[in-house]
């Protein structure tokens, strides 16, 4: 099937052959990608223009690595990383502290936090890490942030529902986050890999909390936005969401013979197979893997499997080398 290009996709390709930074290559490809026909004659040079897009991000992520220490990067622990980005007062901080137990530093003034603060959320049998950062708005974005945002598994957005600004909060929000390709608002889906992430009502135990929602689900109605309260309202159920959006699963290694060990699950991103499993536990054992026996998810408890069986969340795998 011809491609059909049109001569705006031309001009795009134009701009990204004469393009000397890394940054205008990325753009150039962005806009073949957006103006290119989408039909079943383009769908391989789609294909290929997202791999240079996601490339070339790869080169200028390990470039800027290169340059320098950035006080805001926090190395990744636990089951996943989520970071918390919102206003000054919030309420980041304090729901951090709620949900990890973590010495967040609460204060009634803005930026108090300065630096990022972490602390682990135990879910069932795992630790989700969760990140405290510095306030940001459309006119005040700390340098180097954004790259913290990026290399996260999930993001967290929050509101402040106690203020009637906090409409102008999540529209500044969400315009800054689009605008540096942390999270991707647009149909086309031109920005490749973005941070998931969920959109927080904190403070929804206050009196104006409710009307404020209100507003907010029928001004973003396409937007999941989840009440919660460091006071403990929603918390239990946030900590189940958090889990679901890092798209991962719990799996448990059991020795031949032996019983298996529930205390330690194995953390893999879902759609993972035995193979995957195998891989996590030693680099040799793929080549080695022959099957394996798998309690949960498969019709009948030890049921044996192939290399490529797809695992599930809770699921007890016995190797067989």
């Known amino acids: 099937m011809p491609a059909n290009l049109t001569p705006q996709y031309y001009a795009a390709e134009d701009k990204y052959r004469q393009a000397q930074s890394t940054e205008d290559k990325v753009k150039a490809l962005q806009e073949m990608l957006a103006v290119i026909p989408k039909h079943k004659g383009t769908e391989r040079l789609q294909g290929d ?28 622990q636990g089951a996943g990383q989520i970071v918390l980005a919102g206003y000054p007062n919030s309420g980041k901080s304090s729901l951090v502290g709620a949900l ?4 967040v530093k609460i204060a009634d003034y803005p930026f108090s936090t300065a630096l990022p603060v972490s602390g682990m959320m135990p879910y069932k049998d795992t630790f989700i890490q969760l990140v405290d950062t510095p306030p940001l708005s459309v006119d005040n974005i700390p340098s180097g942030l954004i790259g913290t945002f990026k290399e996260a598994d999930a993001l967290l957005v929050i509101l402040d529902l106690f203020t009637a600004e906090c409409l102008d909060q999540l529209e500044g929000l969400m315009q800054v986050l689009q605008d540096r390709e942390v999270i991707d608002l647009s149909e086309e889906g031109m920005i490749i ?14 009196r104006e909390a409710e009307e404020n929602m209100q507003v907010l689900r029928e001004l973003w109605p396409d937007l999941e936005i989840i009440p919660v309260s460091s006071n ?4 239990e159920d946030l900590k189940q ?21 529930l205390d330690r699950p194995f953390i893999l991103r879902k759609g993972s ?30 049921q044996a499997v192939s290399r490529e069986y797809v695992l599930d969340d809770g699921d007890i795998v016995e190797l067989q080398l």
């Open 100 to 103: 990890s137990r973590a010495k």
């Open 193 to 206: 890999a973005p941070i998931p992430f969920l959109v927080l009502g904190n403070k929804c135990d206050h």
């Open 232 to 235: 403990g309202s929603g918390l």
């Open 273 to 302: 197979t035995v193979l995957d499993f195998a891989a996590q536990i030693h680099k040799d054992f793929p080549q080695k893997l022959k099957s394996a026996l798998v309690w949960g998810s498969a019709k009948f408890e030890g």
């Open 241 to 261: 969401r958090l889990y679901q959006i890092l798209n991962i699963i719990r799996v448990y290694g059991k020795p031949a013979g032996k019983p298996a060990d």
């Open 49 to 76: 223009i997202k791999k240079r897009i996601a490339k070339l991000k790869e080169e200028g992520k390990k470039k800027k690595q290169s340059k320098g220490f950035n006080p805001f990067g926090v190395e990744k």
